[in-house]
């Protein structure tokens, strides 16, 4: 029995640094690419968009956990709510040729071109922001 407890305690200590090594890589990869407030994207959106960046395909249950993160206190929307951030965010983006596609039954991706068009659309609107004469 104590060896049981001396297992437990471990793996929960293991699991809290773990933890915190994702919180710290997430909030790394998420300073790399930052998107500009140009887009129109809520902080729900844009979390979702990242993620749909950086994965090749996301479920509704990862998109849910990345946009409302294991520190939400209180109760989580249904997640149908996933459906409609992606509509959302659909409709900001395809005026820039960026689309969001669905694998049905799994869950929602960006293919190899729109993550490209996505990237030019966003060093576009930084390289813009960074101009003197549009941050002043």
């Not at 249950?61 to 929307?77: F, K, V």
């Not at 040729?97 to 966003?122: C, E, H, N, P």
Request: charged share 25%; proline share 3%; with cysteine.
């Amino acid at each position: 029995m104590a060896d049981l407890a001396a297992q437990v305690a471990m793996l929960e200590a293991e699991n809290a640094v773990l933890r915190d090594r994702v919180e710290t890589l997430e909030r790394d990869a998420e300073a790399q690419l930052r998107l500009p407030p140009g887009l129109g994207l809520t902080a729900h959106e844009a979390r979702i968009f990242l993620m749909l960046m950086k994965r090749d395909v996301c479920t509704k249950e990862q998109l849910m956990n990345g946009a409302y993160d294991h520190h939400h206190d209180g109760d989580l929307p249904h997640i149908k709510i996933i459906d409609v951030f992606i509509c959302k965010i659909r409709k900001k983006l395809k005026i820039h040729g960026v689309t969001i596609s669905t694998v049905w039954g799994q869950g929602y991706y960006l293919d190899a071109d729109a993550k490209l068009r996505a990237i030019a659309m966003i060093d576009a609107f930084n390289a813009a922001l960074s101009r003197p004469e549009v941050a002043a």
